[in-house]
């Protein structure tokens, strides 16, 4: 599980842009018995692998029919009477469902378009840095929040932000003002909360790949740019973030998949009776009627809508842009 | 272009380094906090105004913290996991890595996609729950440790690395007579310490730093690791620090008290960062290498 999260910073595919049906023709490999036999060490080697991921990841896909079956603990995932669409439309009856909807595209629409050009303007100003030694010290710091849990996150943020004795109302209390506000149980506070600690958290680690593709830019490039007179600023528009498009480009396509699923650790955590109104998403719903009150056929089509939208968006996303910047996943 | 740089260099490098401390600030300083906290009698913290330094200097925290056998007891199961996983989890995706990059292999594509796929699309937890739950791995040290074995995205990236070794070792080797299980283990292991390392890191974090399954897969109290402990703290914020504070005998001592349900909190969040604050200015190398390594194109 907390594994899978190590993707969040999603570059796992070859970035192939530009490289339009360029394909080279690859021989064709020989599907024959001889062929096969030949690699028989290679496939004892995937053996492992591939029933790990039939079990952990393929049989969860074919356990979705949960989502059109009542579940029964005798007979397990595929046993139960076929209920057809009644939890689906559940689902859509409940206006609560709405609200949960609502909190989480809100929520991943500020991490993903809000959020996105921080890592980028960070790679950019460590670009300026020339000494490496004086950038790297920099750099370490800013991937370390990278490797802390989000509960060591959160333990923290409940420090700062306590009412009275956090370092927040300290300050505030020291600038004249009230200083007994409990910020993490009001809900007017819980967005930008959720934002910054977001952004403060995967800023540096972020960065590292856009700071790759800036530090690829052919430096002639620059040197041309000046002697055209342009100014700084010009070239970082006209040359670096022209340069490092396609990575851009990339990596939002594939943050594009987590639309519907907002970040469960961080909200999940950061969740209090006071700000539930706004913090409650589909991730913690799921949890909360499958996990922790056994609703397990509502909850997996609750997931399920979930999961397939999230796939369509990224198909539908990498296709277009494929098309028209000739930059796509695969 | 540095010619124009040095021209600039008052407004843009001020600009530029004023940012870039502002943030690094805001990285250490809360940890200071925290560690001052931590540090600090309980009950005189309560008082607030402790900033970066301790003002009641005490040791209490922690040593009640240790005092309880759930602490002990979690911090065992979160060695246990995370050596045994990192350790088994990182053999395993190297042979496989290993044998996708093999480009004779038949069926070496559809096998990749395969493998791909399940980062695009998941069955969801409740579905994985209830694998989990037929497997017999709930509630068991196992559901940490099998269900992590794999993860898509350091397949890829060791395979990029694999394939960026040179064929011409690998080719005398297999002339010389060793078999595929010889050249992984003689010859492409030891080559590849450092994608290795980069994700044997990347394993153990995740490993110290989970407490979903923690949480949701394990009852047994005696099998929750320290992240997970963190987070019903955190969770259960007061009651649970009470519970500790109860067990721990400090009421018989009443007078003595001069910890709290905050500051045993501290030292927790103390003990759970410690490791990764420690190792990181000597490992953190790796750590950069393997997001590079795993955007190199194909």
């Known amino acids: ?45 995937l053996l492992p692998c591939i029933i790990f ?34 939890y689906f439309e559940r689902f859509f009856q409940d206006p609560q469902s709405w609200n949960f909807v609502k909190n989480t595209l809100i929520i991943s629409g500020m991490k993903l378009i809000l959020a996105m050009p921080f890592p980028i303007i960070l790679a950019l100003l460590f670009n300026e840095i020339k000494s490496n030694k004086i950038r790297g010290f920099f750099q370490s710091i800013s991937y370390l929040p990278h490797f802390l849990s989000w509960v060591v996150v959160v333990g923290i943020i409940q420090s700062i932000l306590a009412p009275n004795t956090g370092l927040l109302n300290e300050l505030i209390k020291n600038m004249g003002g009230d200083g007994s506000t409990f910020f993490l149980m009001d809900e007017k506070y819980f967005h930008s909360i959720m934002f910054w600690s977001y ?22 490039l620059y040197e041309a740019a000046a002697i055209d007179g342009a100014s700084r600023l010009r070239q970082i528009w006209h040359i670096t973030l022209t340069g490092i498009r396609p990575t851009i480009l990339i990596l939002f396509i594939l943050s594009l998949g987590n639309i519907l699923s907002a970040g469960f650790d961080q909200i999940y955590l ?41 796939l369509v968006v990224v198909l539908v996303v990498n296709r277009f842009a494929n098309k028209k910047f000739n930059t796509s996943l695969w | 272009m540095y010619r124009e740089r040095r021209k600039s260099w008052n407004f ?16 250490i300083l809360p940890f200071l906090n925290i560690l001052a906290l931590s540090f600090n009698e309980g009950t005189d913290a309560q008082r607030g105004g402790i900033y970066f330094f301790p003002r009641e200097f005490s040791i209490e925290n922690y040593i009640e913290v240790f005092k309880q056998s759930t602490v002990l007891n979690a911090t065992a199961v979160s060695v246990f996991r995370t050596v045994v996983g990192t350790v088994v989890s990182v053999f395993l995706t190297a042979m496989a890595a290993y044998a996708l990059q093999t480009k004779t292999l038949p069926g070496r594509k559809v096998i990749t996609f395969f493998i791909f796929f399940t980062m695009l699309f998941s069955g969801g937890i409740v579905p994985y729950y209830l694998v989990l739950t037929d497997l017999n791995l709930t509630n068991t040290i196992w559901v ?57 890191l990347f394993n153990a974090v995740a490993h110290w730093n989970d407490w979903f399954s923690g949480s949701f897969y394990v009852r047994d109290p005696e099998l929750k690791p ?48 410690a490791p990764i604050i420690l190792v990181y200015p000597f490992v953190q190398k790796y750590f950069a290498q393997g997001v590079n390594i795993g955007s190199v194109k194909e």
């Open chain 1, 199 to 220: 952004v403060w958290k995967d800023i540096g680690w972020s960065s590292i790949i856009y700071f790759a593709a800036i530090a690829g830019i052919n430096p002639a």
């Open chain 2, 144 to 200: 940490y440790i099998i269900p992590s074995l794999y993860s898509v995205w350091n397949i890829l990236i060791m395979r990029t690395f694999f394939q960026g070794l040179p064929d011409s070792v690998v080719e005398a080797a297999r002339i010389d007579g060793c078999g595929e299980f010889q050249i992984f283990l003689r010859i492409i292991l030891p080559m590849s310490k450092p994608v290795i390392a980069t994700i044997a």
């Open chain 2, 226 to 273: 320290l992240a997970t402990l963190l987070q019903e703290m955190l969770t259960r914020q007061q009651a649970l620090a009470d519970a500790l504070l109860r067990n721990s005998g400090a009421y018989a001592a009443l007078e003595k008290i001069t910890v709290t349900g905050d500051s045993l909190k501290m030292a927790t969040i103390i003990i759970v960062v």
């Open chain 1, 270 to 310: 950061l969740k209090t009776p006071g700000n539930a109104e706004v913090a409650e998403i589909i991730d913690t719903y799921v949890i909360r009627t499958g996990l922790q009150s056994g609703q397990f056929g509502y909850a997996t089509a609750v997931g399920m809508m979930q999961g397939v939208i999230g």
């Open chain 1, 1 to 45: 599980m907390e594994i899978a999260t190590e993707k969040d910073l999603g570059s796992g595919t070859e970035i192939n842009n530009n490289k339009k049906k360029k394909r080279k023709k690859v021989k064709p490999v020989g599907m024959t018995w001889k062929n096969i036999k030949k690699h028989r060490a290679q496939y004892l080697m």
């Open chain 2, 12 to 27: 843009f490098q001020v600009f530029n380094y004023t940012i870039i401390i502002l943030l690094c600030l805001s990285i």
């Open chain 1, 53 to 86: 991921f039939i079990i952990f990841s393929y049989l969860p896909m074919a356990g979705l029919v949960l989502a059109f079956k009542e579940f029964r603990f005798d007979t397990g995932m595929f046993g139960g009477a076929w209920v057809g669409l009644q």
